[in-house]
């Protein structure tokens, strides 16, 4: 039976857990400034080394003048399930930047799912997503916890951009589009550490388990069971030109993310895009023999990575090149950093109604931006009062309304229609 504690009894809305890594250390910070200690957000620095949360602690509180002794600290051991359910107890809200999620997550997944406690992270991980969806979805359903994985760059300007394009093509054309394209046209920012980790464990399992291959490769494979097939057929993986913005475009690696995520959010909602729609991701590479150069070239560079990194021992290899978990971009670097996205909403009837928007973040993708999503995430769940019921959810489906409106307001997005 599910130990959900009322949140009257609970003496912290969020906990940020993994605060001493690289990207709970931004999260920690940005919270700190935009919501400060010891007003409405009741919020606490959470890890499993008191010592070091004692040193974040007074290094961002000294650099942001806030009061260290009024911040508090919760200790715990991720590998440990009933120190992990005594967290989740003690707050409304966990939000979790400890990667890979499938060797360090379940526990901490788990104990929310039976306390009722709400969760947001990073994770990109499709093959644990399935898991956790198989394994916890009814009894978060059941305790009333909200399971919200995806709460960075994947997945939130796709799944949260959808949203938005069919929000206002209801409101403007009262209908809804059964054809959203999402196509990445600029980005500054590098290679996140803890993403490299996840990706490089997740063609680890699926080396030693063609099921986990299976889940993802389905285009519909988050989707809840019995609800697993759509128009849609798989991702892009060769070059091709897109009528609707007069470019060449290339495969998008996170696209195996992304899609999956907005596809489970028509479902979850009963499907107010449709039961026919599709969406599909790419890049933009540019017009004309130029632009085809660009996309060929970026295709054959992600296809020979993705070739070579099936082979543990290169695995191996590259991991020793490639950015470790909890390293990043300097402060510089992420100020620096940018994400312009465009989508194309197709009118069910009449072209001239079709739909363009742009969706911007104002720091580097995989780390300024996404540590902003995922703090105003948290505070979404904790303070909104959202009424979206519990199980394991994703960002639209969750939040939102409430989210858009808090990400333009707080955390340096735009989501907005092009004339």
């Known amino acids: 039976m599910p130990e959900a504690n009322a949140d009257s009894v609970r003496e912290l809305d969020v906990v940020v857990w993994g605060a001493t890594g690289f990207t709970g250390r931004l999260v920690a910070e940005y919270l700190l ?12 620095l959470g890890g499993r080394n008191e010592a070091k949360l004692t040193t974040l602690r007074r290094e961002i509180c000294t650099a942001a ?3 260290e002794g009024a911040l508090p600290l919760v200790v715990g051991d991720a590998a440990d399930p009933a120190s992990m359910v005594e967290l989740a107890q003690r707050t409304r809200v966990v939000c979790t930047t400890v990667g890979p999620y499938a060797k360090y997550g379940t ?13 947001c992270d990073l994770t990109g991980e499709v093959q644990w997503m399935r898991r956790i969806i198989d394994t916890h979805h009814e009894e978060a359903r059941a305790s009333g916890a909200r399971i919200v994985h995806t709460c960075g760059f994947d997945c939130i300007p796709a799944d949260i951009g959808v949203h938005f394009v069919q929000q206002q093509m209801r409101a403007r054309h009262g209908a809804v ?8 046209k600029g980005f500054r920012g590098g290679a996140s550490g803890g993403t490299i980790a996840s990706m490089m464990n997740m063609l680890d399992e699926a ?48 696209a195996a993310v992304d899609t999956r995520v907005v596809r489970r959010t028509n479902a979850l909602l009963g499907y107010p895009y449709g039961r026919d729609f599709r969406y599909d991701e790419a890049m933009l590479m540019g017009a004309g023999p130029v632009g085809l150069a660009k996309a060929v070239g970026l295709t054959a560079t992600l296809g020979a990575s993705m070739a070579a990194l099936q082979f543990g021992g290169l695995r191996r290899l590259a991991a020793r090149r490639l950015p470790e978990p909890g390293e990043g971009p300097s402060r510089e670097q992420q100020e620096k950093g940018y994400f312009d996205v465009r989508l194309f909403a197709q009118h069910p009837s009449d072209p001239a109604k079709s739909l363009r928007a742009r969706v911007t973040g104002d720091r580097d993708p995989g780390y300024g931006s996404t540590s902003k999503m995922l703090g105003e995430s948290a505070v979404c769940l904790a303070l909104d009062g959202v009424e979206a019921p519990g199980g394991c959810s994703t960002p639209a489906a969750a939040m939102g309304d409430a989210l858009l409106a808090r990400l333009q307001q707080n955390a340096g997005l735009t989501f907005e229609i092009l004339d």
Request: hydrophobic share 30%; net charge neutral; charged share 25%.
């Open 207 to 254: 080396s030693q388990d063609s099921s986990v291959l299976r889940v993802i490769n389905d285009p519909y494979g988050l989707n809840p069971e019995g609800q697993r097939s759509g128009s849609d057929v798989g991702d892009r993986t060769a070059p091709a030109y897109d009528a609707d913005f007069e470019q060449w475009t290339g495969p998008f690696v996170m």
């Open 33 to 44: 400034r935009t919501y400060g200690i010891g007003g409405r957000l009741r919020w606490a």
């Open 177 to 184: 589009s059964a054809r959203v394209k999402y196509r990445v």
């Open 107 to 119: 526990p901490l997944v788990a104990a929310c799912a039976r306390t009722g406690t709400d969760y």
């Open 65 to 67: 003048g806030g009061d």
